[in-house]
């Protein structure tokens, strides 16, 4: 358990030091979800009926962005050898770097998304349930880039094979996070999608880590 | 006690050697020799468990280390060709989180003394990047001084170090075999070192 908060503590220290990778991943997130009213103008119903598929789908990219850094540095540093030589099982390292990877990444976007979903006119408690689905679903991103991550680890041109493996995969947590929302508005309530995504949820938590930790093994062969 | 038999590796189509053996016991150390791309780096990863061998089977004083597992890591420390330093942290920084990592707290001092014997007293907070390349070797080398593990898999150690860095990594050396441990080593150079073993690599 401490080895896992070790790892926490190391990849926070370095997204603090490398403030640059992480702000990235921000701006384009605050950037393209403030493209979409300027673009489109001032039309509320339009706007509330589109906010939830932009904001998960600006999320869904913004996460794509710093996914390929997730294991590369550790890669060519030698540090992924270390980890897999430490006494501590793998798969609970593995998991500390996902946390970690949550933490500076997907965290930021769930507290910022209620402030941009402000743009959309969405009332209070639809952006309410926004960062309940996000907070819901921004881990599950996490976890399925985690096996992306380490399948594409070493590969030349990998980020381009990350996207193709990891978009698909992502696309049921976009349809029940955005439909969320949207079932909230509509009056038919929140609590189905809700459901669903925190299933997908629990599922990636028991699969992810190990599923990651076995390809990362086949990378260091 | 570490041994091995019937050791084959093979990397894509070629076969970099077949039917090695080894026997390294506590107190004694082992020098891998052979020339560029014979397998010296490819057998030490085998033998720390990172790859596995396209045959044969290593064992720690009996038991394969495929089923010790963790027991076989805590009295491992392997450095390999990479530094597993990060350039962001600092020295004191990469030597507190490496042992938190391997599930023993490091106290300030340890540190800092282990540090200081590798010549980096006074650049204990300045991120790694700043430093030379035998510097951040020294960092590296720092971790052999605080670790506590039986069996030592080097890859090239002496690598970027000056003479002085060499000396000291020598008595490092020295001294972990004196006091029952094992030392598994690969260098170019001939090494200095009492009561070695000399393995040829695909000769």
């Given at each position: 358990?401490?080895?896992?908060?070790?790892?926490?503590?190391?990849?926070?220290?370095?997204?603090?030091?490398?403030?640059?990778?992480?702000?990235?991943?921000?701006?384009?997130?605050?950037?393209?979800?403030?493209?979409?009213?300027?673009?489109?103008?001032?039309?509320?119903?339009?706007?509330?009926?589109?906010?939830?598929?932009?904001?998960?789908?600006?999320?869904?990219?913004?996460?794509?962005?710093?996914?390929?850094?997730?294991?590369?540095?550790?890669?060519?540093?030698?540090?992924?050898?270390?980890?897999?030589?430490?006494?501590?099982?793998?798969?609970?390292?593995?998991?500390?770097?996902?946390?970690?990877?949550?933490?500076?990444?997907?965290?930021?976007?769930?507290?910022?998304?209620?402030?941009?979903?402000?743009?959309?006119?969405?009332?209070?408690?639809?952006?309410?349930?926004?960062?309940?689905?996000?907070?819901?679903?921004?881990?599950?991103?996490?976890?399925?880039?985690?096996?992306?991550?380490?399948?594409?680890?070493?590969?030349?041109?990998?980020?381009?094979?990350?996207?193709?493996?990891?978009?698909?995969?992502?696309?049921?947590?976009?349809?029940?996070?955005?439909?969320?929302?949207?079932?909230?508005?509509?009056?038919?309530?929140?609590?189905?999608?809700?459901?669903?995504?925190?299933?997908?949820?629990?599922?990636?938590?028991?699969?992810?880590?190990?599923?990651?930790?076995?390809?990362?093994?086949?990378?260091?062969? | 006690?570490?041994?091995?038999?019937?050791?084959?590796?093979?990397?894509?189509?070629?076969?970099?050697?077949?039917?090695?053996?080894?026997?390294?016991?506590?107190?004694?150390?082992?020098?891998v020799q052979?020339?560029?791309?014979?397998?010296k780096t490819?057998?030490l990863?085998?033998?720390?468990?990172?790859?596995?061998?396209?045959?044969?089977?290593?064992?720690?004083?009996?038991?394969?280390?495929?089923?010790?597992?963790?027991?076989?890591?805590?009295?491992?420390?392997?450095?390999?060709?990479?530094?597993?330093?990060?350039?962001?942290?600092?020295?004191?920084?990469?030597?507190?989180?490496?042992?938190?990592?391997?599930?023993?707290?490091?106290?300030?001092?340890?540190?800092?003394?282990?540090?200081?014997?590798?010549?980096?007293?006074?650049?204990?907070?300045?991120?790694?990047?700043?430093?030379?390349?035998?510097?951040?070797?020294?960092?590296?080398?720092?971790?052999?001084?605080?670790?506590?593990?039986?069996?030592?898999?080097?890859d090239e150690?002496?690598?970027?170090?000056?003479?002085?860095?060499?000396?000291?990594?020598?008595?490092?050396?020295?001294?972990?075999?004196?006091?029952?441990?094992?030392?598994?080593l690969t260098s170019?150079?001939?090494?200095?070192?009492?009561?070695?073993?000399?393995?040829?690599?695909?000769?």
């Amino acid at each position: 358990m401490n080895a896992v908060i070790a790892i926490i503590r190391r990849d926070l220290l370095l997204a603090m030091r490398r403030k640059s990778e992480v702000l990235t991943a921000l701006f384009f997130f605050i950037i393209v979800v403030s493209l979409f009213p300027l673009g489109i103008g001032p039309e509320s119903t339009l706007l509330k009926k589109i906010a939830p598929g932009i904001l998960w789908v600006a999320a869904l990219l913004a996460t794509m962005l710093g996914l390929a850094r997730l294991f590369a540095p550790d890669h060519a540093d030698g540090t992924l050898e270390q980890m897999v030589l430490a006494p501590a099982p793998l798969g609970l390292l593995v998991t500390g770097k996902i946390i970690a990877h949550w933490i500076s990444t997907g965290l930021p976007l769930v507290l910022l998304a209620p402030v941009l979903g402000l743009q959309f006119d969405l009332e209070a408690d639809a952006l309410g349930i926004l960062v309940v689905a996000l907070l819901l679903g921004t881990p599950l991103l996490s976890l399925i880039g985690a096996i992306g991550a380490a399948l594409t680890l070493g590969v030349r041109g990998g980020g381009v094979l990350l996207s193709l493996l990891v978009l698909p995969l992502y696309v049921p947590a976009l349809i029940f996070g955005a439909g969320a929302v949207e079932a909230h508005i509509s009056g038919l309530g929140a609590g189905g999608h809700l459901s669903l995504l925190a299933a997908l949820l629990a599922l990636a938590v028991f699969f992810a880590p190990w599923a990651t930790t076995a390809a990362l093994r086949i990378a260091l062969e | 006690m570490l041994t091995a038999t019937g050791l084959s590796c093979v990397r894509g189509e070629r076969c970099l050697f077949t039917e090695l053996d080894l026997a390294v016991g506590p107190g004694e150390w082992l020098h891998v020799q052979g020339e560029n791309g014979t397998g010296k780096t490819s057998l030490l990863r085998i033998l720390a468990g990172l790859s596995p061998p396209a045959a044969g089977e290593i064992r720690w004083n009996g038991e394969p280390t495929r089923t010790l597992a963790e027991d076989f890591r805590k009295e491992l420390l392997f450095l390999g060709h990479h530094g597993a330093v990060k350039e962001e942290l600092t020295p004191f920084e990469n030597l507190s989180l490496a042992a938190q990592l391997d599930g023993t707290a490091l106290d300030e001092t340890a540190a800092l003394t282990a540090l200081a014997r590798f010549g980096l007293r006074g650049r204990e907070d300045l991120a790694v990047r700043f430093l030379s390349a035998g510097q951040k070797r020294r960092v590296l080398l720092a971790r052999l001084a605080v670790r506590k593990a039986t069996l030592w898999i080097l890859d090239e150690p002496f690598t970027a170090l000056d003479v002085k860095a060499v000396d000291m990594l020598s008595g490092l050396i020295v001294e972990h075999v004196k006091n029952g441990g094992i030392a598994i080593l690969t260098s170019h150079q001939t090494i200095p070192l009492p009561n070695g073993k000399i393995l040829k690599v695909g000769a």
